[in-house]
């Protein structure tokens, strides 16, 4: 007879336990690449760069992205490595076609494009 009342009682505490937890599910630790990851900043972009990029990007004239700003980069990051291009080679709003850079190739804008937007290469 004792053993009905242990059973209940040890069904009813079972019944109180907290349910299993499943595993959180496993995070990528992996990101994508940003924008510009795989541009080469070398010597010659840096010349390019003290030649024609300096003259607005350092000191912010016309509205331009001051290098190293990421505040200021982000949003331009965020429409994609095509449209920065675009707007880089085409002009957009104050800055000029090619950004003053007559020399500049695609990959000399992207290696450009990731210095100014990290401040460092």
Sequence with gaps: MRR????????LLAGCAEPPVDPAPEQPT???????????????????????????????????PRVGDAEAWAPRLALGEDVLLARTVEGYNDMPP?????????????ALIRFMAAGAP
């Design 4 to 11: 009905v009342p242990l059973l209940a009682l040890a069904a």
């Design 30 to 64: 992996a990101q994508a690449p940003p924008a510009f990851a795989d541009a080469e900043i070398t010597e010659d972009v840096m010349a390019l760069w003290s030649r024609s990029c300096v003259l607005c990007h350092v000191h912010g004239e016309a509205n331009a």
């Design 98 to 110: 090619l950004g003053y850079c007559m020399a500049c190739e695609r990959e000399d804008f992207r």
